[in-house]
DNA sequence: GGCTCCCGTCAAGAAGTCGTGAAGAGCATC
DNA sequence: GATGCTCTTCACGACTTCTTGACGGGAGCC
């Protein structure tokens, strides 16, 4: 769930942008200034922050101040004012992009999406871990489990290939064909002697009795399965 | 040095932008349509792109999405539209952000500004240290550590492009494709004489034995790791 | 038992990839 | 125009990976 913290004094405005928000399945989080903020994004962790520069009290600008002081979630600015002192000042002091009202608000969302892709975390990484073995798909490669420690495998494109396939689709059944047309592109769906050589490969190098499969199974007819 | 790629078909706006930019120190390249900023982008590495979003032949629009499909470097969308379906458009097509003209200079700097801090990396260690060499990410160098004290290697910029990108996803495989993409622009994804030719480099360069490499290692048919 | 089907294993040759040296083109500088 | 640096391109041997075919075991069926 994504979650916005929404700043702005005008009772009206905050009822707006909170209507509109949740109806696209946003968690929306309200303060009425910079004081009610600041605690708000430490306990909260929103994804973005909509500020509103003219708040009484604190001013919108000492608000990225502070937050820039610490916290590195994306603000997009919202203001009346034009004039671009105004902006530059919001800009430079860390505000990652200044809308002027009034505005639309698809405009508003756009640019709430806008900035929270950039700052959204690179990849994730998945890594699918055994009693046996790890497959790190971000690192491309797989550790094996030993008494003593930790042992770097080196697969093959191919193995790789079909062992990061059934990786990611852990648990459920992936057919011959689907893995043939995968790996060997389409109208390769009958060539299984590949599939049955370069699993027993894999097998090799990361079951701990290839003969026996613990985790790298066999459906027979069917395909093959990742437990 | 940071540079800026200008996009725009007119020619005066091109010049003003110049001018300012230049003028504040930035390295400024310049294209009259989407064709011309495509591989400009590919071999320039600008740090920001000023894109116009109405130009003749390829659309503004279409040059976003080009770009997106294998650069992340940041992208401000200028435009006369103040529609706000193309605000949306551009924004949600990967733009990071979109200024209307006419627009005051101060205002564009500060968004640039803006554009360039977020893609900034931000990130944790500037420096890789190995036992034989430091990559500096930082100063963009390498010191080799040698019996008799430090040595500071001198590399060419496709070299230095390589061992940066490797450096920074150390521990993770980073394909060929990937490399090639980055470094030599996208199109190029096939071309892997020229990787076997520069890795070969930096290792002379900075491997203790560049015929059995210890940190920049090879997985055949896939790509390079630095671990 | 005999048969078929599917799978795992093995090994040898084919196909592809990598590292290396060297030659030449392009480009900036002097 | 000469020089030095860099990148590209090519060819070769060494090496890795893939393909292919043969063989044998096990399950199911007649």
């Known amino acids: 769930m ?13 009822r707006a942008l909170s209507t509109n928000l949740r109806a696209r399945g946003y968690e929306v989080d309200l303060a009425a200034s910079g004081e009610e903020a600041l605690p708000l994004v430490a306990d909260r962790h929103p994804d973005v922050v909509v500020l509103d520069l003219g708040l009484p009290g604190m001013d919108g ?36 992009d200044y809308v002027t009202k009034p505005f639309g608000m698809s405009e508003l969302l756009a640019r709430l999406r806008a900035a929270m892709r950039r700052s959204a975390p690179a990849d994730d990484e998945p890594v699918v871990d055994t009693d046996d073995f790890a497959v790190d798909l971000a690192a491309k490669h797989v550790v094996r489990h030993l008494p003593d420690g930790d042992e770097v495998v080196h697969l093959t494109p191919t193995e790789w290939q079909l062992l990061e396939l059934l990786a990611r689709r ?29 699993m027993a490969a894999i097998r090799r190098k990361v079951e701990p009795d290839p003969s026996q499969p613990r985790w790298l199974l066999t ?4 395909g093959y399965r990742f437990v």
């Open 2 to 14: 994504t979650r916005v913290l929404v700043v702005d004094d005008e009772p009206q405005i905050r």
């Open 61 to 96: 600008l000492e608000v990225v101040q502070a937050l820039r002081a610490w916290s590195r979630v994306p603000i997009v600015v919202l203001s009346v004012r034009e004039d671009e002192r105004d902006k530059v000042a919001a800009l430079d002091a860390g505000a990652d």
């Open 170 to 198: 852990r648990g459920r059944l992936v057919t011959q064909a689907e893995l043939l047309q995968e790996v060997w592109g389409p109208g390769n769906e009958r060539k299984s002697d590949h599939l049955r050589v370069h």
């Open 219 to 222: 459906e027979p007819g069917m």
